[in-house]
């Protein structure tokens, strides 16, 4: 049993060392081999196929898979490190130490959106992208997207979520308007400027953290920890609702096949959403 931490607790030798742990595994290939299967798992709703991470109510515990597969590759490469959390409601800006030289690094620079800064800038040779759709090998950031503005969301939009009674409603995807999973994972019609929660912060920072192969962009982590301890609230606030759908979708369903009721296992893992519920057989939240 581990922790996750807020990351604005963590000290400076607890930064260097999961800095260390993530440049290891960008070092050893490790690391792309999640860009790509975050990738590889991208399927909107305006697709054929199943939906296991994304639009879809498996959003939370295919993403709670993802993070712990990673969290274990980390911890093989120091076991003292856990995925700690970005609580964007509070550091909310881009003075944040998240941010500083010695973490993260800070902004792309304009034009071309390089980050210059931290262990992630290219010129410091450590992170060259390699898993992405579009040409480029540095990472990039926008913050706050200054040609259309979009602010990072508040604690009133994640409270307004947490009071949520239900899970997940049909049609089970992009387009529920009810529901605690869709207005935290954030679609909305309209597009990108009506976008909230999850969704408005992977705009807000921008760049990479766009689009399929956001988690080159090594924030990706810290923003969906950060989503997975909002499942956890959720959960303790509405203990008598549960994960839905409950049961496979009938045939005359027009989702059936295409998401994951509570007992359908998920790939690339073979695991069902009910044994992903109860987070605390892995690690607690600080
Ligand atoms: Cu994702
Ligand atoms: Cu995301």
């Known amino acids: 049993m581990y922790t996750r931490k807020n990351q604005r607790n963590l000290t400076r030798t607890e930064k260097k060392r999961l800095v260390a742990a993530l440049l290891e595994l960008k070092r050893s290939g490790r690391y792309d081999e999640f860009v790509r299967m975050h990738g590889q798992y991208y399927v909107s709703d305006a697709e054929d196929g199943r939906r296991a991470a994304h639009m879809t109510p498996s959003f939370f ?53 390089q980050v210059m800064t931290g262990p992630f800038a290219y010129a410091n040779g450590n992170w060259k992208i390699n898993a992405r759709i579009t040409d480029g090998t540095f990472l990039t950031r926008n913050f706050g997207r200054p040609s259309h503005p979009v602010s990072l969301p508040t604690k009133a939009d994640v409270d307004r979520a947490l009071r949520r009674p ?13 529901g605690f999973r869709n207005e935290i994972e954030g679609w909305e019609a309209g ?10 912060v992977h705009r807000w920072v921008g760049g990479l953290m766009m689009g399929a192969t956001s988690p ?47 007992d359908e296992p ?21």
């Open 61 to 113: 515990p295919w993403h709670r898979r993802f993070l712990l597969e990673f969290e274990r590759a980390l911890q093989a490469v120091d076991p003292g490190v856990s995925i700690p959390y970005w609580d964007w409601t509070t550091d909310n800006t881009p003075a944040s130490s998240l941010w500083a030289e010695d973490f993260l690094g800070g902004n792309g620079r304009s034009g071309d959106r």
């Open 166 to 178: 239900v899970y997940d409603a049909a049609p089970w995807d992009s387009t529920v308007r009810t």
């Open 191 to 200: 597009g990108n400027d009506r976008w909230r929660n999850h969704n408005r």
């Open 216 to 262: 080159n962009d090594p924030v990706f982590w810290l923003h969906h920890a950060f989503m997975d301890l909002l499942w956890t609230r959720w959960r303790s606030a509405h203990p008598d609702a549960g994960y839905l759908p409950r049961r496979k979708l009938p045939e005359s369903d027009a989702q059936h096949g295409r998401v994951f009721s509570l």
């Open 266 to 286: 998920m790939p690339p893992w073979n695991v069902t959403p009910a044994s992903l519920l109860d987070h605390r057989r892995f690690y607690r939240y600080a």
